[in-house]
């Protein structure tokens, strides 16, 4: 088997963990507050990447630590507005929406890094907006937006997906410069201790250590997290971004099929036609605006070829 179809079929099992653990952790908040259940999975996945990363924790600059605790911040509060979020909506719902946040990408980067943005990208992310509308408006409200009518969990879970466009945006600006081993260990410890901090001033912490709580704990801290951030930074050397891309696409089908087999959970015409719509979206601003992107800055290097001969 050669390396970049392992490097495949290794993303494909990543975004499968990925997705079927909404439905993991929908279950598990039965018994235990949002918040703690970060604390402790965050931990745990902070644990594992220091112990598989030591050497290179110890050779980290402070650049690398001061850019791991600034990507910490988003990503604290992204899973803070996702698991509380969680709580309130569906998994499927939860996942087309968080995985909204590609999208705000290029939105973020043209607002407050004054990158461009071909059509492509702008038509990906109309198609998504109108995807998010139909997935989290009810039908009926006619008479202008009413936010008290929109599922709070929804709201919450939108509020992620704006905080993980964030982090990524952060990682990779972090990545032009250090190694992703020390920076994603101590992007892990921040966010876990900013998590614990945080579990007393906004919720009453409760736990009840089940056997589902802490299959998700291990699941989440370990797979999800400390593994899967592991296998992701290895297998992207050989795939090209696009079929990364193509591949995470899968993450919300993947919560979506478990929530169907394990809950028997139903989107509803309206949201799903807004969860393809989501989908829609993302592939026109990950591929087609990718693609432009790509040609735009060849055309400009062969341009300033041309000059510099001149």
């Not at 990906?124 to 008479?143: E, H, R």
């Not at 972090?174 to 020390?182: D, L, P, S, T, V």
């Amino acid at each position: 088997m050669s390396r970049s179809l392992k490097a495949h079929i290794l993303l494909v099992l990543v975004t499968l963990v990925w997705g079927a653990t909404f439905v993991q952790i929908k279950d598990a908040l039965q018994d235990i507050s949002p918040l703690l259940f970060n604390a402790v999975r965050i931990t745990l996945a902070a644990a594992a990447l220091a112990a598989f990363y030591r050497r290179q924790l110890r050779a980290m600059s402070r650049e690398a630590l001061r850019a791991g605790v600034l990507v910490a911040i988003p990503l604290w509060l992204g899973f803070s507005f996702q698991t509380t979020g969680l709580r309130l909506t569906t998994p499927s719902k939860s996942a087309f929406l968080t995985g909204f946040s590609v999208v705000l990408v290029p939105v973020f980067l043209a607002i407050g890094w004054r990158k461009k943005v071909n059509a492509w990208t702008v038509a990906g992310v109309f198609i998504a907006l109108v995807g998010l509308y139909l997935m989290t408006v009810p039908a009926g409200n006619g008479n202008g937006l009413n936010l008290e009518s929109i599922n709070r969990g929804d709201l919450l879970t939108i509020g992620c997906a704006v905080m993980f466009a964030l982090q990524i945006i952060l990682m990779g600006r972090a990545m032009q410069k250090h190694r992703f081993e020390a920076v994603a260990t101590v992007e892990a410890i921040t966010c876990a201790a900013l998590m614990f901090l945080t579990v007393p001033v906004v919720e009453q912490a409760h736990a009840v250590w089940s056997g589902r709580v802490i299959a998700a704990i291990l699941v989440t801290g370990l797979l999800g997290t400390g593994a899967a951030f592991t296998i992701q930074a290895w297998a992207q050397q050989f795939t090209p971004p696009t079929h990364t891309a193509l591949i995470f696409l899968l993450e919300p089908v993947f919560a979506w099929l478990t929530s169907y087999i394990v809950l028997h959970e139903r989107l509803g015409m309206r949201a799903g036609v807004g969860a393809l719509l989501i989908l829609a979206g993302i592939v026109l601003s990950e591929m087609k605006g990718s693609q432009a992107e790509l040609h735009a800055e060849v055309g400009e290097e062969h341009a300033g070829a041309a000059k510099s001969e001149v």
